[in-house]
Nanobody
Framework: QVQLVESGGDLVQAGGSLKLSCAVSGSIFSSYTMGWYRQDPGKQRSLVASITSFGSTNYAGSVKGRFTISRDYAKNTVYLQMNSLKPEDTAVYYC?????????WGQGTHVTVSS
């Protein structure tokens, strides 16, 4: 089984930066592709960025060039560095495997970008 704890969300001004962390416990971290997802009220969760077990990354078009996903195997942690934040980035951010395991969703971390 796996447990995920997201942190780092905050209220920031447009154009600012924020770094999210996802602490992973369990035996699957090194073997699975991990992803960051986000969800606005009334919308489904969507994939923002992903990183494979060997470090290959992919990004949603809306964040490409602004966000960077990374992982630290020694710390069992996945990061999302967010730069040049926009109000439309406001959402609850979650981490999970990709594809996500329904039982592994955590509480998420809230990111609010003001204009």
């Amino acid at each position: 089984q796996v447990q995920l704890v997201e942190s780092g969300g905050d209220l920031v001004q447009a154009g600012g930066s924020l770094k999210l962390s996802c602490a992973v416990s369990g035996s699957i971290f090194s073997s699975y592709t991990m992803g960051w997802y986000r969800q606005d009220p009334g919308k489904q969760r969507s994939l923002v960025a992903s990183i494979t077990s060997f470090g290959s990354t992919n990004y949603a078009g809306s964040v490409k060039g602004r966000f960077t996903i990374s992982r630290d195997y020694a710390k069992n942690t996945v990061y999302l560095q967010m730069n040049s934040l926009k109000p439309e980035d406001t959402a609850v951010y979650y981490c999970n495997t990709m594809p996500p395991r329904s039982a592994s969703w955590g509480q998420g971390t809230h990111v609010t970008v003001s204009s």
